[in-house]
Structures are given as C-alpha cells and as structure tokens.
Nanobody, 116 residues
C-alpha cells in the first residue's frame, strides 16, 4: 500500500502564497500521475493540477498562471506552489497519487483559507 502525507496548508491573506507538499511512502511500485484536488464547502471535489511521470502538467482554468505543480521523483513528492491567492481558493486540498501496482490513493487533506 501507499501512504500519503500532506503539509503546507494554512491561513493567508488574499494575494499571498502557500506551498503544499505531499510525500508518498510505502510499497511503491512506481508512481505515474500525481495531482492536487480541492473541495470547498457545499461543492464537489475538483481537479486543480496534475503532473505525469514525464513532467507534463495540466491546470484548471481558474488557477492557470497562479499555481505551479512540480514533483521530485527521487522523493516521491508532489508540490503545489500557490501564488496570488484569492478567497475563492479557500478549500480543503487533497493530493492524489496513481501507483502502477496499487492504483490510486488520496491524502488526508489540508485546509487552505484565504481571507479577503
């Protein structure tokens, strides 16, 4: 199995920045795609950004130009650098990792709150 540990959430003023991290550990066969999702109160979980094993990235339109997803394959870790944060970015952020052997896993979630 694969365990995911997220960190980096918190409270920030509008216009500020935060960096989320998600480290995978356990019996990892090989990690394919890694991604970040978020869920605001009363809303469905949505994809924020994803990155393939080869480094190709994809972003939701709402975060393009403000968020950057990167990964460190040696550390099995994915990052989400969030700049120019807006109140509408407030949500619980979850990382998702696709392992070649075990399938898809979710992190425990980390709260990001952006005050206006």
């Amino acid at each position: 199995q694969v365990q995911l540990v997220e960190s980096g959430g918190g409270l920030v003023q509008a216009g500020g920045s935060l960096r989320l991290s998600c480290a995978a550990s356990g019996s990892i066969f090989g990690i394919n795609a890694m991604g970040w999702y978020r869920q605001a109160p009363g809303k469905q979980r949505e994809s924020v950004a994803s990155i393939t094993s080869g480094g190709s990235t994809n972003y939701a339109d709402s975060v393009k130009g403000r968020f950057t997803i990167t990964r460190d394959n040696a550390k099995n870790t994915v990052y989400l650098q969030m700049n120019s944060l807006k109140p509408e970015d407030t949500a619980v952020y979850y990382c998702n990792v696709d392992d070649a052997g075990w399938g898809s896993f979710w992190g425990q979630g980390t709260q990001v709150t952006v005050s206006s």
